[in-house]
């Protein structure tokens, strides 16, 4: 490296990146921003009382989901810089371990999405195991073409519904035990953001363990992290750990929401993206990145396809796909950056 | 072995003479990704994107003046050259030292915007040229070779020819290689290095472009057509080493044969799964791929 890391030329996407990441360490909350905090907790709280039409409440459900999911892959590649194309995988594992353990066993999803975590975690190690050795493209492409085998063997396995999926049986009488609430959303709504919140609370002690510096060493340096005594391969298995249970939580809370799974809706490579796309627009390896990401993009998708209407015409995703190339290309470090650039004056900091 | 099917030798011929036919087409996709790898280190996620454009750019020609793909194939060819420049110019040249997740994300970015104006423009429809002039198949001692397979094949393999020559022959070409061993070296011996990237994109498109104008003769052309090529194109290039276009037409080949074995002995159903596993496998035993030079 020619160029010294802490000095990158202002402007160049790699500087922007860097800026982005540069999050601060083991530094106490200002009294600011406990006041912030505070007014978003409590904001968050009362949102669906004050938005309470189901429509509204709705696009929050999905938007912690995705946020979740988009967290998970934000710990792995974000944070310890292993690429994953294809967390879908994980999202699937607990949709439907849930989903099939209650539609054909009655047990509860509860249970279901412990033992989809389990499964996932486990998937991820005998992932890992063998693909973190691969660098850069290889292991993202290896990622992938995981993804598309576990897309191909569900859409296969009759045993869990072949194509057709999972129909989870409907049940009003026991919501707690059923997972499913046909009152209202506000169930739904609080508990994806419990999930979340915890979610979060995991990357910020992340951001300020030993375990979160390591992950940053190998992001950034993998060969100086492997001199320096870091036990480089164990580090990203506990990444993708983390990352697998995130995103079969997030699994299992959708299959409990939309009550129909099946391989195209849990298991497709687009997902895989979606996630992917969500956290580099918010702001990748940083806390706020995946919600800001999850916030906007899934409103905004819902937007267009409202705006204008579902004619088939995929005019949604053709606004998705040109906001994606140009947010790429012209502000890589996300929203979360830019914000920072307009809102933050480098002395304030 | 799929149920019902009995293995004679005219199956297992058939099913190895078809496998190489696809072959080529997959040899000739991964070419150009590998092509573009090589100069700037850039996977382009967009690769099938391209390919579907160039499909539709006949279907378009056949639709307002009845062209024939054998017609229109050479300006849809040179069609994807210019759009393959113009995404050099208007998105790679400014994420070129980006990290590489930069680049994921704006070229899938690109192919999500591509493959949905496909869809607003055509609908998700499958559609097809009826009627072209290359039609028919061979009997060969029982051995039945569509000839739209056989042609697109044979221009496949034609394309990658003249690429493999125009590479190693030609002045350009040297300074394509040139560039993609060292981009600043080639610049001080006065390589417009930003040139020959672009020409590479350009390349890169034209190549894939052949493919899909070949395919057009026998496939079906949907919004989501290129995605299984670009995805086995993947598999390929990594096969064969990033930046190796030998390596990639080897790999082409290789993934040709055992998607069809693998279907004929196995069940169609895993053919693919079957290809991502090999992958997986060879990978895991060669880290840089059967030919990696990076």
Not at chain 1, 61 to 66: D, L
Not at chain 1, 70 to 99: D, E, K, P, R
Not at chain 2, 267 to 274: N, R, S
Request: proline fraction near 5%; glycine fraction near 12%.
């Amino acid at each position: 490296m020619a160029q010294a890391p802490h000095a990158p030329p202002a402007g160049e996407p790699r500087a922007e990146l860097e800026r982005a990441r540069a999050e601060p360490v083991r530094t106490p909350l200002s009294a600011k921003q406990w006041v912030w905090l505070a007014l978003a907790g409590v904001a968050l709280i009362a949102w669906p009382h004050v938005f309470d039409a189901p429509y509204q409440r709705h696009v929050l459900v999905m938007v912690f989901i995705y946020a979740l999911m988009a967290q998970g892959w934000n710990v792995l590649a974000g944070y310890c810089g292993q690429i994953s194309l294809g967390q879908a995988v994980y999202f699937g594992i607990g949709a439907y371990s849930a989903g099939f353990l209650y539609a054909n066993y009655h047990i509860s999803p509860w249970l279901g999405m412990l033992v989809g975590v389990g499964i996932s975690v486990l998937v991820a190690l005998a992932i890992g195991l063998p693909t973190f050795r691969l660098r850069g493209h290889y292991f993202a492409i290896a990622t992938l073409v995981i993804g598309e085998i576990g897309h191909t063997l569900m859409l296969n396995w009759e045993f869990v519904g072949g194509a057709t999926g999972v129909w989870i049986p409907i049940d009003r009488d026991s919501p707690w035990y059923s997972f499913q609430f046909h009152d209202n959303k506000l169930p739904n709504y609080y508990i994806g953001l419990g999930f979340l919140t915890a979610a979060c609370l995991v990357v910020v002690w992340l951001e300020r363990s030993k375990a979160g510096l390591y992950f940053r060493a190998i992001r950034d340096e993998p060969d100086a992290a492997r001199s320096l005594g870091v036990d480089v391969t164990r580090y990203k298995l506990v990444a993708i750990m983390i990352s697998a249970a995130f995103t079969a939580v997030a699994g299992a809370q959708f299959a409990q929401y939309v009550l129909v799974i099946d391989p195209e809706t849990v298991f497709p490579l687009l997902l895989s993206i979606l996630v992917v796309l969500m956290t580099m627009l918010g702001g990748i390896g940083t806390l706020w990145g995946p919600i800001i990401g999850a916030g906007v993009l899934f409103p905004l998708s819902e937007a267009t396809r409202v705006w204008l209407g579902g004619t088939g015409g995929a005019e949604d995703l053709m606004i998705y796909g040109a906001l994606i190339l140009l947010i790429s290309v012209f502000w890589p470090g996300g929203l979360l950056a830019l914000l920072r650039r307009l809102f933050v004056r480098s002395g304030d900091a | 072995m799929a149920p019902g099917a009995t293995l004679t030798t005219e199956i297992v011929i058939q099913t190895i003479v078809s496998g190489l036919l696809m072959g080529f087409i997959y040899a000739l996709v991964a070419a150009g990704l590998s092509l573009i790898f090589g100069l700037m280190e850039i996977v382009n996620f967009a690769h099938g994107e391209f390919m579907m454009v160039s499909m539709y750019s006949v279907f378009g020609l056949y639709l307002a003046f009845g062209l024939d793909p054998l017609v229109s194939a050479p300006l849809c060819v040179m069609f994807l050259f210019a759009l393959g420049v113009a995404t050099h110019y208007g998105i790679i040249r400014h994420i070129l030292n980006a990290p590489m997740l930069v680049q994921i994300t704006a070229t899938f970015g690109l192919a999500i915007f591509l493959r949905s104006l496909a869809q607003f423009l055509w609908t998700p429809d499958y559609q097809s040229i009826p009627d072209p002039i290359v039609s028919g198949r061979l009997d060969l001692a029982g051995i039945f070779i569509g000839v739209p397979q056989l042609v697109a094949s044979a221009g496949c393999l034609l394309a990658f020819g003249v690429l493999y020559l125009f590479i190693n022959r030609t002045e350009t070409g040297m300074a394509l290689q040139a560039t993609a061993q060292d981009r600043e070296a080639a610049s001080l011996m006065g390589i417009r290095t930003d040139r020959m990237y672009a020409l590479g994109w350009g390349i890169g498109a034209a190549c894939v472009a052949v493919a899909g104008v070949m395919l057009t003769n026998y496939y079906y052309i949907f919004p989501e057509v290129g995605f299984i090529f670009a995805l086995i194109a993947y598999v390929a290039v990594a096969l064969g080493g990033f930046g190796s276009i030998v390596g990639a037409l080897f790999a082409g080949v290789l993934i040709g044969l055992v998607e069809a074995l693998g279907g004929l002995l196995l069940d169609p159903a895993y053919k693919y799964a079957i290809i991502f596993a090999m992958y997986l496998a060879i990978v895991i035993v060669r880290p840089k791929g059967l030919f990696g030079r990076f």
